[in-house]
């Protein structure tokens, strides 16, 4: 939207009401235009500036709203005041906001919007982002699915505002899984399968230590030597977990790409198995640590012996866990980075184990644990391949890759194209984001490949639709007619509604009855400007998103 011109009506309004112009912005929107009707551009909706709660005293809205636009006046920018109902309404100079939306569009490119006066002012921080963040010897499930979608979009976000931000990828690389994993490869484990496909032998070994730890207590006792050794740097239960580590991180790495994510640093909590136990010291210096009957310490936050309030922080064999090393790494990471936000992106089971952690920082005397952050989100329930349980990332990226080849191949509309099955990925993995983004994030919601693969509606597949329609526009028409804007040709509403809200859903109505074959030469040409600039404006909405756009579909 011409946030520009919501914030000239903001200027008026603030010298009327005596209010700051950011106040006012919010409550000013943009009103579709209908090709029947004409209405207004923008509208102020008076009812969200009253603060007064109390119906009783609460002044009429409508009453207002006629006294309030007796006081504005016409200008270069508006062209026309009235009221409607509890609303002050605003025609504005539709080709000085064509012009200006058009030229502002084109010459600001990939960071259109990012250079308004609202964010202009922003300062830039250091952010640090853990998300996805895989168990090396677990299933790389939905979960982690989620968690980067979600991270990869705050990342992307921040950084387009200009923050400067580290990807961070923290492996579950450590923990009594991986005594576990060593004493099972030991037992069942095959260095053919291992170098061919490590995450998933490695999947299949733990799988199978299990159901055998589960029968036979001696197989738990090995396991929990074999971790032993591993925290006290036994170099040849390091080395095979060293392996382990390093073919996963390959694998993933692989993986990420066909995501289009990619890492600053990974991570893991084996980083921090020596530093933990500096933070155990640390926290019995401090009078915090207890022992209990069992030989566990625990930290108990809140004070009184509250037990739903105490966090475990040490096996009674002297082993650390996953807060501990959380608590390392938090630290850790201050001292690295210096970050002014620090953001956890994991599932909403994870909430009190975060309350945690940062309650024990702060107790810990660190008055920085107010900048870590926990954005939990909900689970998704039903994700299934035609072989079954979803087990990897990988087996959902093939789904979907195979899914939109056979739906493309079946619309008579779909062109001949270079690469189908990447196509096909990138259209599949937008609609997968947007289905995932669509719903309340905390909220666990069942995953339906039919809705994710529509193509009508609030869709993936529509957006890339869409932008490939616009590209072949482009192509097919560029070279002969962008010379000039010939803003006065753009005056129809369904133009303007375009130009106000630079929507997919808007332009590809307007594509339909917006011709540029057969049209004059200066109209088609002005077309084909507004048509560019909405294709530009939705590529960098869908980069955001962590979508890559595709040209031809």
Known sequence: MACGFRRSIARQLSRVLDLPPENLIKSISAVPISKKQEV????????????????????????????????????????????????????????????????????DGSKYGLKSELFSGLPQKKIVIEFSSPNVAKKFHVGHLRSTIIGNFIANLKEALGHQVTRMNYLGDWGMQFGLLGTGFQLFGYEEKLQCNPLQHLFEIYVQINKEAAEDESITKSAQKFFQRLEVGDLQALALWQRFRDLSIEEYIRIYKRLGVHFDEYSGESFYREKSQEVLKLLDSKGLLQKTIKGTAVVDLSGNGDPSSVCTVMRSDGTSLYATRDLAAAIDRMDKYNFDTMIYVTDKGQRKHFQQVFQMLQIMGYDWAQRCQHIPFGVIRGMKTRRGDVT????????????????????????????????????????????????????????????????????????????????????????????????????????????????????????KTLHIRDSPPEVAGARLHLFRAVRSVLANGMKLLGITPVCKM
């Open 40 to 107: 207004a551009d923008f509208q102020l909706s008076v009812d969200s500036l009253l603060k007064s709660s109390d119906d009783h005293s609460r002044p009429n809205i409508q009453d207002q709203a006629i006294r309030l636009a007796e006081k504005l006046k016409c200008d270069t920018v508006v062209s026309e005041i009235s009221t409607g109902e509890g609303t002050v309404n605003f025609k504005i100079n539709r080709e000085l906001l064509t012009k200006t939306v058009l030229q502002q569009v084109i010459e």
């Open 392 to 511: 990897f990332l990988e087996d959902v990226l093939n789904e979907i890759q195979l899914r939109m080849l056979q739906n493309m191949s079946s619309v008579k509309t779909t062109k001949e194209l270079e690469n189908p099955k990447e196509t096909a990925e990138k259209v599949g993995l937008a609609a997968l984001i947007i289905q995932d983004f669509k719903g309340s994030l905390s909220s666990d919601y069942q995953f339906s490949w039919d809705r994710v693969l529509q193509s009508r509606g609030d869709t993936g597949v529509f957006l890339q639709y869409t932008h490939a329609r616009l590209h072949s526009l482009e192509e097919t028409f560029g070279c002969g007619y962008l010379d000039d804007f010939n803003t006065p040709y753009l005056q129809e509403p369904q133009c303007i509604s375009v130009i106000q809200h630079l929507l997919s859903h808007l332009a590809a109505v307007a594509h």
